[in-house]
């Protein structure tokens, strides 16, 4: 299986990206080599800026470049993107609707062994209470390309939330991701399993695990948190029954941004698997993973607990 | 003065603090070894000769505290806690992995001794002035210790702390720099310059001084100078060596945060032995 860090296709997305627009400068807070903005450092110095370990003036710098017509990828690991320039992203790119692409890497307990310090559980949250603010969680290489160019046409903040890992591969080039739209990988008539980023994949292995309980699954790649597709949700709640999945807490990630819209338009029965408000903690990738209730059988499991199906 | 042969005991332990970095990190196969290395003289000055400390009693309330703000250098405060006896030194080899008191950024819940959960940079100086502050209001006389990288000044909540320690005058604080000149993307005065750091601190209102950060005789000097400026906080700047001890992770920023191959491992534990 061909795998590719999400990070890493951000990296070469940005040089692509830079090579035929000269107005896209980058920005990091001393994690060029983890970010993998260094691509773009060596190919481009005059438009790659090193903020130091300075995130806040990261994201200030940054609302500074756009103001003046550049097209600015500010980058660092989520935690401190999210977390630590909160307010200079909050009242300093989104509510002037300031053109700054955050692309946030190192998200979720994929970090691994770094821990809790390190490990942003919480930052879909953050950054889509924010008005204003695009949030857009990529499930492999190919979508983080495509959503890298995407995020640069569209005029306005966004929010890139990027992994750590290799990651499995499920796009190839014909794939069309566009910001706001969803996309259905699997068609299935008894529930549906509706997932962002790394937990796609999980969700694929899930549904085909299922078809030996009898049960056809339907899979939705919901990689823009923010605007939602109601279409796509509404979509999946015709099954019957809707399972979210997200290497993020449960509390106002995407299965809450779900569950908004089934609460208001269509109930029907919905499990999320999810971080249970808790911290991360150091480990590997899979041990974590498998500890917090975020693999395959974690979905599996919720699917039949909702179709009321033995485990 | 100062020569390391007038430590021998010190500089035992702070040859044995090496080895246990070096094993801690190969066996974890992640971690900082380079940050780690550069602070061993200080961490053993503090918790070998100058900190009031009772490992036995680890929330004693008269205990002095000592925040390890550049939380990446958690091997480091491993290494002494269990030098020091916090906890059993076997235990070093299960740093960063699952269930293990020995995060990979310190946690204040899971090992005692850890006074402040870190590896947020810029952090340490504010909370420090908080149990400065708190001494003061109980009337105790311990002294608060925090160690800071170069890198980390960068952050400007390292300042907003600064500003505050000299505002209340906290003269049972002191604050550490190590100042290694490397930060993960190479060197501290390339990246963002913090310098000139000295003349900063004086700016803001605190005592300073420059020592090497690896001679036990300067170092000893600075802490108990420290500990006699009244009425403002000192700051010790220590200027010192990335990885220093084993030669082929000295002043490289690529040791920032590797971990050693086994025959790496093997490589500088022969060198430490
Ligand atoms: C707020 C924050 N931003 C970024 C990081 C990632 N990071 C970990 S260590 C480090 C470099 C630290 O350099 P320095 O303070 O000089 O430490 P030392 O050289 O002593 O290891 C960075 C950027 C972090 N831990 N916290
Ligand atoms: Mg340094």
Known sequence: ?311 | MGLTADFPELTATARRLRQHIIRMVGAAGSGHPGGSLSAVEIMTALYFKVMRLDPARPDWPERDRFVLSKGHAAPVLYAALAERGFFPVEKITTLRQLGSPLQGHPDRKALPGVEVSTGSLGHGLAVANGMALAGRLDGRDYHVYVLLGDGELEEGMVWEGAMAAAHYRLDNLTAIVDHNHLQIDGRVEDVMSPEPVADKFRAFGWETRTIDGHDFGQILAALEWARQVKGKPAVIIAETIKGKGVSFMENEAGWHGKAPKPEEVEKALAELA
């Open chain 1, 1 to 311: 299986m061909t795998k590719i860090a999400t990070r890493e296709a951000y990296g070469r997305a940005l040089v692509e990206l830079g090579r035929q627009n000269s107005q896209v400068v980058v920005l990091d807070a001393d994690l060029s080599k983890s970010t993998m903005t260094a691509y773009f450092a060596k190919e481009f110095p005059a438009r790659f800026f090193n903020m130091g370990i300075a995130e806040q003036s990261l994201m200030g710098t940054a609302a500074g470049l756009a103001l003046s017509g550049k097209i600015p990828f500010a980058s660092t690991f989520a935690v401190f993107a999210a977390g630590r320039a909160y307010d200079q992203v909050r009242n300093g790119i989104a509510y002037p609707k300031v053109n700054v692409k955050i692309a946030a890497t190192h998200a979720g307990l994929t970090v691994g062994e770094d821990g809790a310090s390190h490990q942003a559980i919480e930052d879909i949250a953050l950054m889509r209470a924010v008005p204003n603010m695009t949030v857009i969680v990529p499930a492999d290489g190919e979508e983080t390309r495509q959503a890298v160019f995407a995020a640069a046409a569209h005029q306005g903040p966004v929010y890139l939330r990027l992994g750590r890992p290799a990651i499995p591969v499920i796009y190839n080039a014909d794939y069309q991701f566009q910001i706001g739209r969803a996309h259905t990988l699997r068609q299935g008539k008894d529930a549906a399993i509706i997932a962002c980023g790394v937990m796609v994949h999980e969700a694929l292995k899930a549904a085909e695990e299922l078809t030996t309980a009898g049960l056809e699954v339907m899979v939705v790649n919901i990689s823009t948190i923010k605007p939602l597709d109601r279409e796509a949700v509404l979509a999946a709640a015709a099954t019957g029954a809707v399972v979210t999945a997200e290497e993020h807490t449960v509390i106002g990630g995407l299965g809450s941004a779900v569950a908004e819209v089934l609460a208001t338009e269509k109930p029907v029965p919905l499990a999320m698997v999810g971080i249970r408000d808790t911290f991360g903690e150091s480990g590997k990738p899979d041990e974590l993973m498998a500890k917090y209730g975020l693999t395959a059988a974690d979905i599996v499991a919720a699917v039949k607990r909702l179709k009321g199906k033995k485990d």
